[in-house]
């Protein structure tokens, strides 16, 4: 396995691609060891082998690819504990991708336990701070389209009532300003999400506080708006994971 990655690693060094010899001198190895590794790399389609050159096959490129998605993501996961800890509430990163909103990463404590999810994310953007931060990032023929797949139901006495209100509400809303949402989605639960726009893929990050800490909500809404603007470069390099 050893030898193999080390043949991967010389190979990966070669844009134009690179013979057997050379690879052999460059990675120590005896000639027939390496034609024996070479071969077996093909087959299993980490490498690929064209006019006596080899490069980089496919699985290896997947590998590649799974890594670099991975230290995007722990980017994110950092990056969001990082604010847990500094502000004290539960953080939630979410995209609204291929037409549906996914929260991606959650960073809570026991002391402060996130939002439990007792009805569908997906299906009630309109309920939550998430959702609607999401949501007023779209445009309208994209938001319509959201709300024909998942209509808007009362969840509790102050959901918003119907679609035209929530449209309203939407338009209403300021570009980069939080998006508040008072017990609409939970009772006993307020919360703050700040819109975080690349290209054209819409995402957010979020807290949520105990409504009985409602006048907190804003402060920290506002001193995360502040800790996102020191980290914006590498939590927006990680939008996509």
């Known amino acids: 396995m050893q030898r193999a990655m080390r043949l991967l690693e010389s190979v990966a060094r070669h844009e134009h691609g690179a013979p057997a010899k050379q690879l052999a001198r460059e990675t120590g190895l005896a000639l027939p060891t390496t034609y024996h590794l070479l071969r077996t790399l093909v087959h299993e389609g980490y490498l690929r082998r064209d006019k006596g050159l ?53 960073a809570d404590t026991p002391g402060n ?80 999400a700040l819109p975080l726009t690349v290209g054209t893929q819409a995402a957010t990050v979020a807290i949520s506080l105990p409504a009985h800490q409602a006048d907190r909500l804003l402060p920290a809404a506002r001193r995360l708006q502040d800790e996102m603007g020191r980290l914006l470069g590498s939590l927006t390099l990680s939008i996509s994971i």
């Open 54 to 106: 080899f490069f980089l096959g496919r699985a290896a490129e997947r590998l590649s690819s799974s890594g670099a998605q991975q230290k995007r993501r722990s980017t994110v996961v950092e990056a969001l504990a990082h604010w847990r800890d500094a502000i004290g509430v539960p953080v939630y990163y979410a995209v609204y991708r291929e037409g549906e909103i996914d929260v991606l990463c959650v």
């Open 113 to 192: 336990p996130a939002v439990e999810e007792w009805a569908g994310f997906r299906e009630t953007a309109h309920a939550h701070a998430v959702g609607q931060c999401l949501l007023s990032q779209l445009d309208e023929e994209a938001r319509r389209d959201h709300l024909a797949r998942y209509p808007v139901q009362p969840l509790t006495p102050y959901t918003v009532r119907d679609d035209h209100s929530l449209l309203r509400r939407l338009d209403r809303l300021r570009r980069a300003e939080p998006v508040i949402e008072r017990q609409e989605y939970a009772l006993g639960t307020v919360c703050a």
